[in-house]
């Protein structure tokens, strides 16, 4: 057993020695079974939160609403959640009303998928109520019950699906896949940040073309922010050549995919909610496979772009099978003398002490200085810069 899990058998035999159950849930025993990595654990017990509190000394109330205490032991914190059932689900989302209850299949039952609904005793054996370990073996996901019943119940389970597919490389099973073609239309009940989520670990998931493929088919795709009506633009994605992509040249392609113009990539990712950071990525990335599309960069645009672009920039382009010269760029932008501002040897503060006039003027010699520095026409020593400020008063 993994160490993390080793780790926090003492937790749970704690909860046991007090007349309580406790298993490792979820994730992590999916993880383990796959032999994936195990980015952490999750325990489910019959004890109540204030129980689980009484138990250690240390705790925290995480989400005491829905069970969740937040136990610290031995140097690591470890989540531990009530057994429960999740009741009047409105709006299609997660009900913010949970009931605690004492039994274990009670609490696996609410679980999305089988995959997703086994259990580990401090023993290591494995809990199976639902027929999860037949479906691991199967590679497939499979709803937890009437995949109808727990898509209305909450439509973000079918983002959970199609992302697993890709991150899992699993197969729908038939069922499940066909309760999303009929329930698509709930998804733009959920939240776009969570639908967000989702997306991006579908699409940089190693299985991500197979898992865009029914997220397309299935017409989940017509409820994500700007994708209605897009099908056809986006339906080259599933034909694409690549491994998985980085989370900024996905949303790269997205865009070319979807001809957005420069101009409106921002509201595009707006629209998703992504961040200011990402979103400027991301339109680096366009503009400079643009250019790329159109002719060879000079030196200076290069330079502007950056290491990371351009290397995002060229993972774009084979994606969408452009023909550009990768290694050529390459060497160019290796070969260039400098390759950030913050290695050009004098800032303003050097033209202030040479006796250049603080002001725009100042801004606008520092630039024509970097351009004449990156084309190779001046060295990058104090020595040939100062030279060439004498020339130039
Ligand atoms: P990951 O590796 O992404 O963390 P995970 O399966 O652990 O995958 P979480 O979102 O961390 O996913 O959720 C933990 C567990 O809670 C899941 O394995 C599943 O049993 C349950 N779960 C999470 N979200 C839902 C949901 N929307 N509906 C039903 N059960 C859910
Ligand atoms: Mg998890």
């Known amino acids: 057993l993994p160490q993390i899990f080793v780790a926090a058998i003492p937790v749970l035999e704690k909860l046991e020695e007090a007349g309580f159950e406790a298993y490792f849930v979820g994730g992590s025993i999916r993880d ?7 980015h952490d654990i999750d325990i489910a017990s019959s004890a109540y939160p204030e129980e689980v ?33 999740e009741s009047g689900y409105q709006d299609f989302r997660r009900p913010d009303h949970v009931t605690f209850v004492r039994s274990l299949k009670e609490d696996l039952k609410r679980r999305d998928f089988t995959i997703n609904a086994l259990a580990m005793n401090t023993k290591g054996e494995i809990v199976d109520l639902f027929n999860g370990l037949d479906d691991l073996h199967h590679h497939l996901i499979k709803a937890v019950g009437d995949p109808l019943e727990r898509f209305h119940e909450d439509a973000l389970r079918m983002m959970r699906a199609v992302r697993f597919m890709s991150q899992l490389q699993f197969d729908l099973e038939e069922q499940t896949e066909e309760a999303i073609r009929q329930l698509h239309y709930l998804l733009p009940k959920i939240s776009v940040e969570r ?39 986006l ?27 420069n101009n409106e990539i921002g509201q595009f990712m707006r629209d998703w909610k992504n961040s200011n950071a990402m979103t400027s990525k991301v339109e680096k990335i366009v503009d400079l496979f643009d250019l790329l599309s159109e002719r060879a960069p000079t030196d200076y645009e290069l330079f502007e772009a950056g290491k990371e672009t351009l290397l995002n920039t060229i993972d774009v382009a084979q994606i969408l099978g452009q023909p550009i010269n990768s290694e050529a760029l ?27 006039n603080p002001g725009p003027k100042l801004g606008e010699l520092l630039t024509d200085i970097k351009k004449k520095v990156i084309a190779g026409e001046l060295e990058n020593s104090r020595e040939a810069i100062t030279a060439f400020l004498g020339n130039e008063f």
């Open 195 to 233: 639908i967000r989520d989702e997306f991006v670990k579908m699409g940089t998931g190693p299985n991500s073309r197979k898992a865009f493929a029914v997220f397309l088919d299935t017409e989940l795709s017509e409820g994500a922010p700007d994708f209605a009506g897009k099908k056809d633009l």
């Open 235 to 261: 339906a080259i994605y599933p034909s694409l050549k690549f491994d998985p992509i980085l989370e900024s040249s996905l949303w790269a392609v997205i865009i070319i995919l979807l001809k957005i113009a």
């Open 32 to 38: 383990l079974l796959l032999k994936r990595h195990i």
């Open 330 to 356: 390459v060497d160019r932008y290796m070969a260039l003398p400098i390759k950030s501002s913050s290695e050009l040897v004098i800032d303003g503060r050097f033209l202030i002490a040479a006796g250049v």
């Open 53 to 85: 509190k009484r138990l250690f000394p240390k705790t925290i109330d995480t989400g005491i609403k829905h069970g969740t205490v937040t136990v610290l032991y031995n140097g690591s914190s470890y989540e531990i959640t009530t057994f429960r059932t």
